[in-house]
């Protein structure tokens, strides 16, 4: 089992806790991740944490795809791998929703599906580095001959040679998009995974294998759950402190109608709670959204507690399937509870 830490994207300052970065990788992490919304971007942090850490991984979970094209973010990722002195840098895709492609981006919402694939076909195609680039997908065409091309367009290959091996892995929930994820992908960033969901997801995992038709399986495809870990005495105000966020991308993240957060709290098998949710949310009752959350539903997505409450509720992520575990918090003591009862320590 695999750890990770999380340090997401920045609020109105930006702050990397290189300190925690530089303990977890001392204590024998795996990765660290960054992450984008609309502010910070997931990728320029890494160059930075890459300068003054020597070992851990460094992961973007995730960078949007309306952020950039696939060149670019083949290239962003083999910079940063260069610079990191090779073999470091995972770069994570996702493609966020419609209100920030759209709202931020000025782009359409589209088709997604074939996006992502046309996006991670693109990027394997630079990495490689076997011939010049060429694409002919439903999304993505290169050289580009559409609407306002000159025509003078030419296939070209990355002058940086590049480490051909650059795993790309996705954040993804949605049936068409784990299965992308197992047929094309080196890992995944399962979306609102609990322990016990992995059940719902093995048929589209495997069906991916099969549409990869080179033989792969489990064992070919890490696969990092997340979640908060947190130690306290006071288990429900740090419940209650979880709720906001969740009421906002359950209730308010999108249009009623699509709201990818919301359909992952009814497949986590609260349906009643996510339409309350929403519902009191977009009316603008947004205390009483928060409050028709359940403690469950909040205490089952991460680890709250004292130590030994952590220590047994971790067996249930330990045999959920997941090959890893990325560790959300801000406090250097959890960062080495989780060492301990992982056994990252002797392996560092």
Same mark, same amino acid.
């Given at each position: 089992?695999?750890?990770?830490?999380?340090?997401?994207?920045?609020?109105?300052?930006?702050?990397?806790?290189?300190?925690?970065?530089?303990?977890?990788?001392?204590?024998?992490?795996?990765?660290?991740?960054?992450?984008?919304?609309?502010?910070?971007?997931?990728?320029?942090?890494?160059?930075?944490?890459?300068?003054?850490?020597?070992?851990?991984?460094?992961?973007?979970?995730?960078?949007?795809?309306?952020?950039?094209?696939?060149?670019?973010?083949?290239?962003?990722?083999?910079?940063?791998?260069?610079?990191?002195?090779?073999?470091?840098?995972?770069?994570?895709?996702?493609?966020?929703?419609?209100?920030?492609?759209?709202?931020?981006?000025?782009?359409?919402?589209?088709?997604?599906?074939?996006?992502?694939?046309?996006?991670?076909?693109?990027?394997?195609?630079?990495?490689?580095?076997?011939?010049?680039?060429?694409?002919?997908?439903?999304?993505?065409?290169?050289?580009?001959?559409?609407?306002?091309?000159?025509?003078?367009?030419?296939?070209?290959?990355?002058?940086?040679?590049?480490?051909?091996?650059?795993?790309?892995?996705?954040?993804?929930?949605?049936?068409?998009?784990?299965?992308?994820?197992?047929?094309?992908?080196?890992?995944?960033?399962?979306?609102?995974?609990?322990?016990?969901?992995?059940?719902?997801?093995?048929?589209?995992?495997?069906?991916?294998?099969?549409?990869?038709?080179?033989?792969?399986?489990?064992?070919?495809?890490?696969?990092?759950?997340?979640?908060?870990?947190? #130690?306290?005495?006071?288990?429900?105000? +740090?419940? %209650? $402190?979880?709720?906001?966020?969740?009421?906002?991308? @359950? =209730?308010?993240? /999108?249009?009623?109608?699509?709201?990818?957060?919301?359909?992952?709290?009814?497949?986590?098998?609260?349906?009643?709670?996510?339409?309350?949710?929403?519902?009191?949310? #977009?009316?603008?009752?947004?205390?009483? +959204?928060? %409050? $028709?959350?359940?403690?469950?539903?909040?205490?089952? @997505? =991460?680890?709250? /507690?004292?130590?030994?409450?952590?220590?047994?509720?971790?067996?249930?992520?330990?045999?959920?399937?997941?090959?890893?575990?990325?560790?959300?918090?801000?406090?250097?003591?959890?960062?080495?509870?989780?060492?301990?009862?992982?056994?990252?320590?002797?392996?560092?």
């Amino acid at each position: 089992m695999k750890l990770g830490l999380s340090i997401g994207y920045s609020g109105a300052r930006l702050q990397i806790p290189i300190e925690r970065i530089k303990l977890a990788e001392q204590l024998g992490y795996d990765s660290v991740w960054t992450a984008e919304a609309y502010g910070s971007d997931a990728i320029t942090p890494l160059a930075w944490i890459a300068a003054q850490t020597e070992r851990i991984r460094l992961g973007t979970g995730i960078m949007q795809l309306a952020g950039r094209a696939p060149a670019m973010a083949a290239m962003q990722a083999q910079t940063v791998d260069a610079l990191a002195g090779g073999g470091r840098v995972i770069a994570g895709l996702g493609v966020s929703g419609p209100q920030i492609v759209e709202g931020w981006y000025g782009e359409p919402w589209g088709k997604p599906y074939w996006r992502l694939r046309d996006y991670i076909q693109i990027m394997r195609k630079v990495n490689r580095r076997e011939d010049p680039v060429s694409h002919d997908g439903r999304e993505y065409q290169l050289p580009y001959t559409g609407e306002g091309a000159l025509g003078i367009g030419k296939p070209l290959m990355s002058i940086l040679h590049t480490n051909r091996d650059l795993p790309i892995w996705l954040g993804s929930g949605s049936e068409a998009t784990v299965k992308l994820t197992a047929e094309l992908c080196d890992g995944w960033l399962p979306m609102h995974f609990v322990p016990g969901r992995m059940d719902d997801f093995r048929p589209w995992v495997e069906e991916g294998f099969r549409r990869a038709g080179n033989g792969k399986s489990w064992s070919d495809l890490e696969i990092l759950g997340r979640g908060p870990v947190l #130690l306290t005495d006071d288990i429900k105000s +740090a419940l %209650d $402190a979880v709720k906001p966020g969740i009421a906002l991308y @359950a =209730g308010g993240m /999108g249009h009623k109608d699509i709201n990818f957060h919301n359909e992952h709290m009814k497949a986590r098998g609260y349906p009643e709670v996510a339409e309350k949710v929403q519902e009191l949310y #977009l009316a603008g009752r947004k205390q009483e +959204a928060i %409050d $028709a959350i359940p403690d469950e539903y909040v205490d089952e @997505a =991460g680890l709250y /507690g004292s130590i030994e409450r952590i220590e047994k509720r971790w067996e249930a992520w330990a045999d959920s399937g997941i090959t890893g575990f990325v560790v959300n918090t801000n406090q250097e003591e959890a960062v080495q509870l989780m060492a301990d009862i992982v056994g990252t320590r002797s392996a560092a």
